[in-house]
């Protein structure tokens, strides 16, 4: 492929593709193209393969790889020699000294990967993947894209929306980012306000649930109480303070950790800290030596603010989501922090009546925290043709949904009529949660 698409005889980059042939080829469908989001998509679907293999009923499942991120062992995969630094890191250890340390290591990784890439570094964006999403279609043999795009694969999905709009025949895009959301601050008030909810749906999860180790108490008071006490024994000469808490707490607010937080905030609240301790440091981890974390500052780089600047919108973030969801700021920003301004492309979909619709089917996650619902329905709604579909789930649902076993599901039914058959829900479809 070439490096740029503006230039077509230039330099020239590879990506990685694998295809997972139709159960009966003589009655494929066809091509449908997948992209399961950040690190790569063939060699998650390699380990698990259940996420998308009932694909497999109608479709030949071509698996693609955005730039950078390639199957082990590729040329295509670059590799990064320094890692990126975790996060964690701005949410545990406040002041300005850290966020400086912080923002070296981040430029530092994002050095290596120039390095590392050499002249396809500037073609690491969207915009380019959209391209070798239509070259793709082409070597194909298909006239109009299939395509099914989960979290980054979503923001592919968007960007070939934009740039071929007449060469879609049906596009389901799930755990959509919208890095359309004016200003940096209401994206931060979002992704903060949904993880704030999500501690409420926790709760109520767990004083519904039988058996929930916190029994009928509040979860958000014993989440109280343990803040006031902070900080909490974890074990021999260990503590953790109210900042590691909430981190502990948030990164179990997914879903498919609601048991273990439940056990682990009990434990605390009898004295015992030290399951939360080990939550905190498996939050939200990072992929290491990989590209992905510059491709999506190179797609959407914000200003980044200045440490006293950020602190001002951190107190705005303390006022809507005082318990859990404020720190989700510092994960935010982290992404970005110290990296130069690269190559954008700006997501800015058709207006509805630039073209004839296209068939795109929207997922939606009431519970997703990574791509807070309200935010992707806007996204939807910038979709010409687009129909949202609401599911009481989180981040991936239908590919955890797969891993799970769960053939049966609304979700996965919705979804699977409409790949194969161009049915799209009534607007307003609401799929109940799958993965309790």
Not at 88 to 112: E, H, K, M, T, V
Not at 412 to 428: E, I, K, S, T
Request: aromatic content about 6%; proline content about 8%.
């Amino acid at each position: 492929m070439p490096v740029d698409w503006a230039r077509p005889r230039g330099e020239r980059t590879r990506i990685d593709v694998a295809r997972m042939l139709a159960r009966d080829p003589a009655r494929s469908l066809g091509a449908l193209v997948v992209n399961t989001g950040e690190g790569s998509t063939i060699q998650g679907v390699r380990a698990r393969p259940d996420t998308v293999n009932e694909l497999a009923r109608w479709f030949d499942v071509v698996l693609v790889e955005a730039r950078g991120i390639g199957d082990r062992g590729s040329p295509a995969m670059v590799r990064c020699s320094v890692p990126q630094p975790d996060p964690l890191r701005l949410q545990l250890i406040p002041g300005a000294a850290q966020w400086r340390s912080y923002a070296r290591d981040n430029a530092a990784y994002d050095r290596s990967c120039r390095i590392a890439a050499g002249p396809a570094y500037a073609g690491l964006t969207s915009w380019q993947v959209a391209h070798d999403l239509d070259a793709l279609r082409a070597a194909l043999g298909e006239p109009r894209l299939r395509y099914f795009g989960n979290s980054y694969g979503a923001v592919y999905g968007q960007a070939y929306l934009e740039l071929f709009p007449r060469r879609v025949e049906r596009m389901y895009l799930e755990g959509v980012p919208d890095h359309g959301e004016p200003g940096l601050g209401r994206r931060l008030i979002a992704h903060a306000r949904a993880i704030e909810r999500q501690l409420t749906s926790f709760r109520d999860w767990c004083r519904g649930r039988m058996g929930c180790p916190l029994g009928d108490g509040d979860a958000v008071a014993v989440l109280d109480d343990l803040l006031d006490r902070a900080p909490l024994p974890a074990g021999p000469g260990r503590t953790v303070d109210d900042r590691r808490i909430v981190a502990a707490v948030t990164a179990g607010l997914v879903p498919g950790r609601w048991g273990e937080l439940a056990h682990a905030m009990a434990a605390a609240a009898e004295g015992d800290a030290s399951a939360l301790a080990v939550m905190a440091v498996m939050a939200r981890p990072v992929a290491p030596g990989t590209v992905a974390r510059s491709m999506a500052c190179h797609d959407f780089m914000p200003a980044v603010p200045g440490y006293r600047r950020f602190l001002a919108m951190e107190s705005r973030l303390r006022e809507v989501a005082p318990r859990v969801g404020w720190m989700s700021g510092r994960h935010e920003i982290a992404r970005c922090l110290g990296l130069r301004q690269g190559p954008s492309w700006p997501p800015h979909l058709p207006r509805k009546d630039a073209r004839k619709k296209a068939a795109v089917l929207v997922g939606v996650g009431r519970l997703d925290t990574v791509a807070p619902p309200a935010s992707a329905a806007r996204v939807a709604g910038r979709v010409p043709g687009g129909v949202v579909l609401w599911h009481g789930d989180g981040h991936g649902a239908y590919l955890l949904q797969g891993l799970g076993k769960l053939r049966a599901t609304c979700l996965r039914a919705r979804v699977h009529d409409y790949l194969v058959n161009g049915a799209l829900p009534p607007r307003g479809t609401v799929c109940p949660a799958g993965m309790e």
